[in-house]
């Protein structure tokens, strides 16, 4: 069964250099997303993306934040200077549809950690 | 805003006994609603959604309207049963909106 994967599954770095968190959406699917969740707390919504653009960001996605879709197959986050808050799991996320109910297939996350 | 509510950060039970993983959700119009479980080191996974009534694993759900509630049952909960789940809502938009999820611990 096709899945959603993420790279790298962990990932440190140090407070103001830039990351970019990949992730390979299952291959039919166009709306893509991306989530975090800090330690302890809820899974968050940061961004929804189609068609090459942002379709919906939460007040997180601020402009250290971007997306891109550099080609056919991969999704990138990339926050550009990195701040100790930043210290979270992030999930991409892909559906087929955008329909009401639409199921979101999840990735394995990959935990951020900003020293 | 929406915003959903598990209040239960924790909960054990025996095998064989019945569970109920509660869920509270606040929205001015009708979401659509799901769990979503994560099962020890794995992905999230979606169990069900209101949309499609359908069970899963054991598991139901009913929306309650007018207690805003989605709560998720399961007669007999099994010890593979064991795993963090996750109430959704999704209003208006494609983002959903977790709770903060409560831990199911199913003993032997």
């Known amino acids: 069964e096709p899945e959603v994967t993420q790279t790298p599954s962990h990932q440190v770095t140090q407070m103001g250099q830039e990351v970019i968190l990949r992730c390979v959406p299952i291959?039919?699917?166009?709306?893509f997303y991306w989530y975090r969740q800090i330690l302890g707390q809820k899974v968050e919504f940061l961004v929804s993306?189609?068609?090459?653009?942002?379709?919906?960001k939460s007040e997180i996605f601020d402009d250290q934040f971007s997306v891109e879709r550099p080609d056919g197959s991969n999704f990138t986050l990339k926050i550009r200077s990195t701040k100790l808050e930043d210290s979270a799991m992030y999930f991409c996320a892909s559906s087929a549809t955008r329909s009401p109910g639409n199921e979101q297939f999840f990735g394995p996350g990959t935990r951020l950690t900003v020293l | 805003a929406q915003r959903v509510t598990q209040p239960e950060k924790l909960l054990s039970v025996f095998k064989g006994a019945p569970v109920e993983l509660k869920c509270n959700y606040s929205y001015s119009g009708s979401p659509e609603l799901f769990w979503y479980v994560q099962y020890s080191r794995q992905r999230l996974q979606l169990l069900l959604r209101?949309?499609s009534r359908e069970s899963i694993k054991g598991f139901t759900a009913d929306l309650n309207k007018g207690e805003t509630s989605f709560h998720l049952k399961k007669p007999f909960a099994q010890e593979e049963d064991s795993a963090m789940y996750y109430c959704a809502s999704q209003g208006g938009s494609e983002k959903l909106v977790f709770g903060k999820g409560t831990k199911l611990t199913v003993n032997p």
């Open positions: 209101h949309i």
């Open positions: 993306f189609y068609n090459n653009e942002i379709s919906e």
């Open positions: 291959s039919n699917h166009l709306y």
